[in-house]
């Protein structure tokens, strides 16, 4: 259990009280995967989570949360020049090393493994010459990125854990947030907030207890497959699913999760 408390001044001089707090349960688990990361610095504070899965979940949460903090330690100029393309990169790194990491963490316990053209992972079976997907696992990946001197906040998520904002007082606006293009060769859309804690900002379309700040990516969500359509450009879009058991039941036979209409 962990907990922490920051103070900022706020450009009416009124105090913005920042608290950090973490708490996990392991549920039915036998290890817990789940694994976090706070990195304080002058001039920015950095919270993430990740809640790994599979039979590497812990492994991989564990090297994203040591990657991510040597990052952000070695490289404070960029993470306050431009934040938006210093969490896209790193996600894209850790992604990368993660997967370089598993790799030889399998080949030290003497498994063979081979990326196929797609991408994905395989394992040599065991006394044959024939290959299988490898049940790697995964962990999501959720930080929220506070810049001190603008009071700024950047949100970057993989995966479906939730980031959420809450405050007794309506200091944000559902309109102020402003999501990354999923198009990545678009610019990057800001909205400069005036953050001025009163009692008078209240009004009808302001959340003044609890705003969802990410967007979950999960082969269940309508929104992800609309996402997915419009980067592919196709009116056939498809999400690609790795399950961590694929033994049992065809997943082909399984009922659709959700129907959409393809004109919209």
């Keep these: 259990m962990m907990h922490q408390q920051t103070i900022f001044k706020c450009s009416n001089n009124n105090e913005l009280n ?28 950095a919270i993430s989570v990740m809640d ?19 990052k952000f330690l070695e490289n404070k100029e960029d993470v306050l020049l431009n934040p938006v393309t210093f969490l896209r990169d790193c996600f894209v790194q850790l992604h990368e090393q993660v997967t370089l990491d598993l790799i030889e963490q ?38 929220v990125l506070l810049i001190k001197p603008t009071l700024k906040l950047y949100i970057a998520n993989a995966g479906d854990s939730d980031a959420l904002l809450c405050s007794s007082y309506p200091i944000i606006k559902q309109s102020d947030l402003k999501c990354e293009s999923s198009e990545l060769h678009e610019p990057h859309k800001e909205k400069n907030m005036d953050v001025n804690i009163t009692e008078q900002n209240a009004s009808t379309d302001i959340l003044s207890k609890m705003l969802i700040l990410t967007k979950d990516h999960s082969a269940t969500s309508q929104e992800e497959y609309i996402r997915i359509q419009s980067i592919e450009n196709s009116s056939n879009a498809k999400i690609k699913a790795v399950y961590d058991n694929t033994e049992g039941s065809n ?5 659709e999760i959700f129907s959409i209409s393809e004109s919209g």
């Design 18 to 45: 920042v608290r950090i707090g973490k708490a996990t349960d392991i549920g039915g688990n036998v290890t817990n995967q789940d694994d976090y990361y706070v990195v304080e610095s002058e001039h920015f504070t």
């Design 52 to 70: 790994g899965h599979g039979e590497n979940g812990e492994f991989i949460a564990n090297r994203c949360k040591v990657l991510m903090e040597q």
């Design 106 to 143: 399998m080949r030290l316990q003497g498994i063979e493994t081979m990326t196929d053209p797609s991408g994905f992972l395989l394992q040599k079976r065991t006394n044959a010459r024939s290959w299988k997907l490898f049940k790697i696992g995964g962990a999501t990946k959720t930080i």
């Design 251 to 255: 997943k082909s036979k399984c009922p």
